[in-house]
Structure formats: structure tokens, C-alpha cells
């Protein structure tokens, strides 16, 4: 029985005179792994921040997990729910990796540091990296970093992950170790929103691909209609470029 726990309804978002989301209508189920790719500029990352509301947007509305986002209480609420992780990897550079891990467990989650501790070092395993706790975000790779920051955003508990872009600004050599960390997670059953056009991850991961282009929607399919047969003319010559 598919249960929603995203639900966009007809979002609209203007920066000044642009219009970024154009009537964006989407539900993801509980479980599900919905993968976003278009072209620069398209509202991918738009659209992910109003899921948590990063961002405000001008009409429509979001709910998730039935929590609609339409109160400060309830963004909140949902914040909780809601991980991300961006291209950028966002780590406190003056921390140690497993401070970045323990910090907002304690503060936000107000777990004590103990059981904060033993958390962030049952991550940094499933990550790969149990060997890195006292370093120094500066002293890893970029892999390592995205890593960490994926781990941090678990450390949350969350219940949708959202990633944007996670390994675009990774030399090609690290990519595939924060994918594997991906591949993982929506095998579990996380809930998952992904940019990105890393398309062996697309095939392998998604439930549903969605080509957005110009603040809209423009083709949703699974993965396997997606790349063997895309309906529309822009998604085929997207793909075109990036497969
Ligand atoms: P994508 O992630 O697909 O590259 P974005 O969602 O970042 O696209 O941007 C969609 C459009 O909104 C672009 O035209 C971009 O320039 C514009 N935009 C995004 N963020 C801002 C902002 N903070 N202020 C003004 N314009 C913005
Ligand atoms: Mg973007």
C-alpha cells in the first residue's frame, strides 16, 4: 500500500521577475527513491528547499509526513524529519569529524553526549570512515567530507533524506564512495530525494525519474522507461548530453 510522505501541490516560486518552480505537483511515497536531473538553472534545488523549507514559496502548498508547512511550529516539526545533504559539504571546520556528529544530537536531538557519542561512531562505521573521529574536516578527501556529512545529517534520525548534488564537486576517484553510502541508504528503505546526474546511481537506485527544465516538471517515469524511452523531446536531449 504506497503511503504518501512528500506531498508538492501546484508550488510556485519567484526570485524577483524569476519564476523558479512553475506549478510543481509531486508525491513520493513512503520508501521511495525519486531521482531529479535538468539543466542548470531548471528549480532542482529550489524545489528540494522548499521541502524544509529553506525556502518560502509564493503559493501551493507541501505537506510532509501530514505535517503541512504552514506554520513556524510545523516547519520546525518537519526540519526534524528532514536531512540534507549539498554539494558543498557544510562540516564545522574547527570540529572534529565526531564532534560535527555529537553536536546537534545534543543540542537539537538533546541526547546526552554518551549515548551522541556511540551514535556518531555506529555511523562513521556504516560510512566507512570509523577511523576518522578525530580529524579534522580539512584533513579528509571530499568523499571522506560528504561522507561525514551524510552521517551527520543520519545521526537525526530522519525520515526523507534529501541530497543535492552530492558528488558534484568530487574528483571522479571519490564519487563512487559516497554512492555506495547512497545505494545503501535506499536499499534500507530510506525515503529519498536526489539531484543528480549520476546516472549508473539513477538506474540502480530510483524508483522514479523526474527531468525538470524551466521551473517545471516535465517527465516523471521509472528508470527503465526513463532512459530506454523518454517521451519528451528535452529530456531526450538532456540525456543525450549527460549519459
Ligand atoms: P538548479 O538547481 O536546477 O540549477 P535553482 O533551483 O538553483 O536551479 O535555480 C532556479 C532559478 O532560480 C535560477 O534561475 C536561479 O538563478 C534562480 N535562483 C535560485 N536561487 C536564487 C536566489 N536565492 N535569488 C535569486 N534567484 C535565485
Ligand atoms: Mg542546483
Redesign the pocket.
Known amino acids: 500500500m504506497p503511503e504518501p510522505i512528500i506531498e508538492i501541490e501546484n508550488v510556485h516560486k519567484r526570485?524577483g521577475r524569476?519564476h523558479?518552480l512553475r506549478g510543481v505537483s509531486l508525491t513520493v511515497e513512503k520508501g521511495e527513491v525519486v531521482v531529479i536531473i535538468?539543466p542548470?538553472?531548471?528549480?532542482?534545488?529550489?524545489l528540494l528547499r522548499c521541502i524544509n523549507r529553506l525556502e518560502e514559496y509564493n503559493s501551493g502548498s507541501i505537506s510532509v509526513d501530514g505535517i503541512p508547512l504552514d506554520s513556524t511550529e510545523n516547519i520546525n516539526a518537519v526540519r526534524q524529519e528532514v536531512g540534507m545533504v549539498f554539494q558543498q559539504f557544510n562540516l564545522f571546520s574547527h570540529l572534529s569529524v565526531l564532534d560535527n556528529l555529537v553536536l546537534a544530537q545534543c543540542q537539537v536531538r538533546k541526547r546526552c553526549k554518551e549515548e551522541a557519542v556511540k551514535i556518531a561512531r555506529e555511523l562513521l562505521q556504516k560510512v566507512g570512515i570509523p577511523e576518522k573521529e578525530k580529524a579534522f574536516p580539512g584533513q579528509l578527501s571530499g568523499g571522506q567530507q560528504q561522507r561525514v556529512a551524510i552521517a551527520r545529517a543520519l545521526a537525526m534520525n530522519p525520515k526523507i533524506m534529501l541530497f543535492d548534488e552530492p558528488t558534484s564537486a568530487l574528483d571522479p576517484e571519490m564519487i563512487k564512495e559516497v554512492l555506495d553510502v547512497m545505494t545503501g541508504l535506499a536499499a534500507e528503505g530510506m525515503t529519498m530525494v536526489v539531484v543528480s546526474h549520476e546516472m549508473g546511481f539513477a538506474r540502480a537506485a530510483a524508483d522514479r525519474m523526474i527531468f525538470m527544465d524551466e521551473g517545471r516538471i516535465v517527465e516523471m517515469a521509472s528508470p527503465h522507461d526513463f532512459f530506454t524511452n523518454p517521451k519528451e523531446e528535452r529530456s531526450r536531449a538532456f540525456l543525450s548530453k549527460v549519459l
Open positions: 526570485f524569476v523558479a535538468g542548470s538553472g531548471s528549480g532542482k534545488s529550489t
